[in-house]
């Protein structure tokens, strides 16, 4: 197993960083790091903004759901999906761009090129001795996010990326089944098997969890799904996204 | 610099293949790196085919506008956003779990978990010395691509990765400047200094053509843009999506 194999089978989101702030050439490779990933016809349709002020990473970390990692870190990173620069560039070359960026296939085209680009700033950051955690919880409120960060339309906030110096590291958690996962030729639509695999990573799941906390939990995967799945949670998100001219038509 | 950041910096896309097939253990690598990806709320939400019938690569090149590269290399995955395994867990757990999987924050949820699987099975296979390129033009048919891969509803064919043994490898592409997609606290809003810095980067992308064509290309990046996007592609897209029981409400 080589080092960039090895770093990625490590991945573990952190959760205690120290107070300790990353270096202006930590930034700059984590941020080259980023840039080096494909995107989709070279679009670059993606922006990262970083957070140093501490009242400002207070405010992200209590509208993310009051989490404390948000708030003490070594660095802050938040991206974005951005196709605010190619409305600029289409006043400028006077070119009709508006029904291609408000199309659903631009908005998912932006939304996977700024994942492509932030997962290699966190194995860039990981391969370094650095941890990470990506914070999903910036869109719990996305307007007050999109103030705090002066976002232009057609740009939006998709997640944080808290990275710094790990003070507490847990332990990994189990993915599904590689089968359940993978498929060979064609998408595997054997329902039986394919509950029953669920059932065998239920198992796995309750037992880490058993482990974890001395037999206080022992949720299944499906169970912590199904009920999550049921809270509904950010359902304002179409209209967010609408109303920043994006994913329109 | 280390290796981890070697290999991110040093990525280029992939446009030839030799004709020899990766192994059944490459595979299970790459695939694994994939699955080690963090995932929103432990989600993971995407799945994977990998696609070895020649037969089936040539109607998915053809589809993904007669691309030779997916025709011929080492191994093609098509990465796929699902939330199907989650509609089954719904009726396992006996949860009203759809009016959230047919978000539009469920639907980025899985799309980004698609991502960030994707970009670390295209960082491993690099690791080991193996070229990759993503395959965004599956989306110019998706319709096809559901048909020949039998994806089920609330599954969406995302992207290919073709993975092989790279015969030709070309330069890597200057990315936007630092300055312009990086910013400290918040947004940059200067339009003029934005602008400034598109006309500088025009001119590093003309050069770039100009060495790489000997003089017959020298397209600006903005030109580029403002013409791909005045195409208006896949404007089925959001029909499609929706089709499928996504980015619904």
Redesign the interface.
Known sequence: M????E?????R?IRHFADKPLTDEQ???I????????T?????A????????KK?KKQLAELAGNQEYVAVNGHFFVF?ADLY??T???Q??Q???I???E????F??A??D???A???A???A???GLG???I?GL?NHLEEVKA?????ER?IP??GLAVGYPTKVTG??P??P?E????????E?N?QE??QQ?RQYDDVISSYYHERTNGTRQDR???????????????Y??DF?QKNKL?L?
Not at 31 to 38: L, N, P, T
Not at 40 to 44: D, K, L, P, V
Not at 221 to 235: D, G, H, K, P
């Open positions: 080589n080092k960039v194999i770093t990625i089978l490590n991945h989101s930034i700059k490779t941020v080259s790091c980023a840039q080096a990933a494909a989709s016809s070279f679009i670059q993606y922006s990262i903004i970083g957070v140093k002020d400002k974005c620069r190619h600029l560039i289409g400028q070359e070119k009709s761009v029904p291609s960026l199309s659903t296939e631009k998912m085209v939304l996977i700024t994942a492509l932030a997962q290699n966190a194995i860039a990981e391969s370094i990470i955690c990506y999903g869109r705090i960060l002066k976002t232009p740009v998709l997640f990994k958690k993915r599904l590689f359940h996962i993978y498929h060979e030729e064609e998408y639509q329902q394919y509950l669920l995967w499906t169970e912590q799904m199904a009920n999550m799945l049921t809270r509904q949670n950010r359902m998100m179409k996204v994913n038509r």
